[in-house]
């Protein structure tokens, strides 16, 4: 390289956009350039010719008409009068519903079973490793199939629980009903409930805004109380006993602000042909919970497990030199080193779950894929705009779920030299 | 009373005693294992009360099983008439009435041996890629079974496989003749034009042709044919066989000098890791016409294969990029200083490296991908989970049957990716270089 550049330069020539690795790099972008154009060019105005043959234009102005169909599963307002473009907001928060609380269990559970992977114990580590390896190998479309067989077609009609002597018992003391269209749980009331506020697009209880309120204060005051016991412990060696204020502060607060609304239950009784008070929840939403949360927990195994491998021996040696207790040498050394491991494909399985979500029109759950993607695409016969929106939106869930990984991996980065 | 100067010494060694009974055999493997401390007893215990427990509960109904029945009528008064009244059992005779419709899905009967002979024939394919021991010579003839495959699943004139072939015959020969008339650059773009050319002009006509003169054709098999196993085999290996050459290049786009290409690869890895597959198969079902000139209908079974291979493109592609940043710096500086081109560097020096690092990302891909053969159901393919039990189970014979279809699907899926992924343990094994 520094030969050819001491060699005096001759001046640029046509045939160096060819030989000359400086500039070749130039020639291959604008031939790659015009490929691109061209092919992209050819694929528009195909779809140009296409919709003008069809006699369509691209609008999303449907997304404004009236969707005339019913969703069962509403977190937000929605009647059949509502608008296309609500439907799909509908099965967007169904989507998000499902997929939040899908990798909060997901994550419990695969880290429960990631760790009992390594457990000394072999039975255990064994059934582990059973589990893992049957839902990796195995379709998530069977698992969603499976569960929700067994919710549909094992458990009883909700006329089993008829009667003197019913050939079904509902569980937990008479509280849950599990039949083969929803599962009926008990439902919170309040004696003096706040009441509800409309939020525009749903109802939101006040008595949950003001629990969550509570217990976000408690959290706060006790994170306070927490760095001045720490500043005490740097300054005179000593931390001040804190536990009881912790216990206070979160379990406290939430314990009154529940008596004083008068919590009670709405147990689900038998009515008729059907239960009635409390939460009748579709089966189709614990098929898909279910089922996404044991298929993604095998990954997240397998992931945590790798993470606490990754931690050389050395470390939780070099800890014990120290003098650190085993809890402490988890929670100062190993698990800080293992995190760096674990969060980032951590994350993208809770990316991967999200998309995997869609797999809900196998339990004929209302998700974005069977609002905007089922029901509005057939109704409106708009198949590019409903796809393209959709691919959109999803994009977006994902770009915004990388952005955070981002974040995260930059803020844990090992910083060398 | 004996000498005391003459102490006592032994002019044997004792024979080694056996270690105490805790300290041997099963009872120490136990002692190890199972009941080290009380906790992990009470554990044991439960664990395996637990599992015992789930095989009381479905033994029997395993045990109980009906192979040869013509119906789900006729699998139950078997079984109440075998195993009493209130017996319960699996009726695998679903399994066995409808093990053609699971594998092959609809195709002509009278055709069953052209998969039959092209699933055989894969396995003579596939040997020399997987195991390196086999004879270098059989490479030759897995580069051609595509093409023999193609023209075995979907029939039609076998000169069109031949053609098809003929077009790589020809680009390689462009690469040859060109190398040496010009240079390399000159080389690939001459090669990339001659098989294009060929394929789009000459093809057609030369397969007609020798058709008229030494007619072999089998019977055409249209695309709505295909299901089952059949349809989950065709789309998951021809998309892994795909995927990964697109893979590797996405990769390498990813990381090259150049803006334009880096970008492009960016934008498309990231667009198609960001969107669930079913949009994808939505797309090949409702968009891809669209995008293309009015008129032009073509098969649904290829338009699937193209997306979920792009689909798998984009996830090789980020496996293979991890594996790339793995090589230290110093490889690629050792490539330049000797000289070597970059196609020559990564094809001797980076991707052997690079790939080796990535098997276990790629074959949990592909596994991955192979489970989403499944989901082609969403655009009307008979995939064997749902497609073909939806068909069997509409059938009045078979009404109201749910466990035996999913489990045999199932294992057979099961047996697949477990395969792999025991594969590309065998594989990591023998391709490790370090001495851990």
Known sequence: MSLAEDRPDSGFRLSKLVYDSRYRGYTIQALFLCALFIAIGWLLSNAAANLARLGLSPSFDFLWNRAGYDISLKLIHFTNDSTHGRAALVGLVNTLFISVLGCITATVLGVIVGVLRLSKNWVVARLMTVYVEIFRNVPLLLWLLIIYAVLTAVTPAPNAYRGANPSAHMWFWGSVAITNRYIAL???????????????????????????????????????????ASRIQEATGKRPTTWWSTLLLILGPPVVLLFALGLHWDFPALKGFNFRGGVLAPNSIFALWFGLSAYTAAFIAEIVRAGILAVSKGQTEAAHALG??????????????????????????????????????????????????GITLNQSGRALECILLMMLIYLIISLVISAVMNVYNRSVRLKER | MSDVT???????????????????????????????????????????????YIVTLSLPWFLHSVWNAKSLTECRTIIHATWGENAGGACWAVIHQNWNLYVFGFYPIAQYWRPTLAFVLLLVALMPILFSHMPRKMIWFS???????????????????????????????????ATRLANAPLGVAAAVLAAVLWWLFAAGPVASGLQHLVPIRLPFVASDKLGGFLLAFIVGMCAIGFSLPMGILLSLGRRSDMPLIKTTSVVFIEFIRGVPLITLLFTASFLLAYFLPPGTTFDLVLRVIIMVTLFS????????????????????????????????????????????????????????????????????????????????????????IYWEPYIFSGVIFFIFCFGMSRYSMYLEGKLKTDHR
Do not use: C
Request: hydrophobic share 55%; net charge positive; proline share 5%.
């Open chain 2, 143 to 177: 580069a051609v079974y595509p093409a023999l495959a193609y023209w075995l699943i979907w029939g039609g004139t076998f000169w069109i496989a031949v053609t098809i072939m003929l077009g790589f015959v020809a680009g390689w020969l462009a690469l040859r003749v």
């Open chain 1, 324 to 373: 650190l207790r085993p809890g402490r040498t988890m929670s100062l050394v190993v698990l800080p080193q293992a995190l760096r491991v674990i969060v980032p494909p951590l994350i993208s399985e809770f990316l991967n779950l999200t998309k995997n979500s869609t797999l809900a029109f196998a339990v004929a759950y209302a998700d974005l894929g069977a609002t905007l993607g």
């Open chain 2, 313 to 400: 493109a984009a996830y090789i592609a980020e496996v293979i990029r991890g594996g790339l940043a793995a090589i230290p710096r110093g490889q690629f500086e050792a490539a330049d200083a000797l000289g070597l081109t970059y196609w020559q560097a990564q094809r001797l020096i980076i991707m052997p490296q690079a790939l080796k690092i990535s098997i276990p990302g790629i074959v949990s891909t592909f596994i991955g991908l192979f489970k989403d053969t499944t989901l082609v159901i969403i655009v009307g393919l008979l995939d064997p989970l749902m497609g073909i039990t939806n068909a069997v189970r509409a059938s009045t014979l078979w009404n109201g």
């Open chain 1, 186 to 228: 008990p439902a919170p009331m309040f004696t003096h409930s706040l009441g509800f506020a409309d939020l525009g697009i749903f109802w939101i209880s006040l008595d949950f805004v003001a629990l969550v309120a509570v217990i976000v204060a408690g959290v706060l005051i006790n994170r306070v109380i927490l760095r001045r």
């Open chain 2, 6 to 52: 003459q102490a006592f010494h032994r002019s044997q060694m004792i024979p080694a005693r056996e270690p105490p009974r805790s300290q041997r055999g099963a009872w120490k493997w136990m002692h190890e294992n199972l009941f080290s401390s009380i906790g992990n007893g009470v554990i044991t215990v439960v664990t395996i009360a637990i599992v015992l």
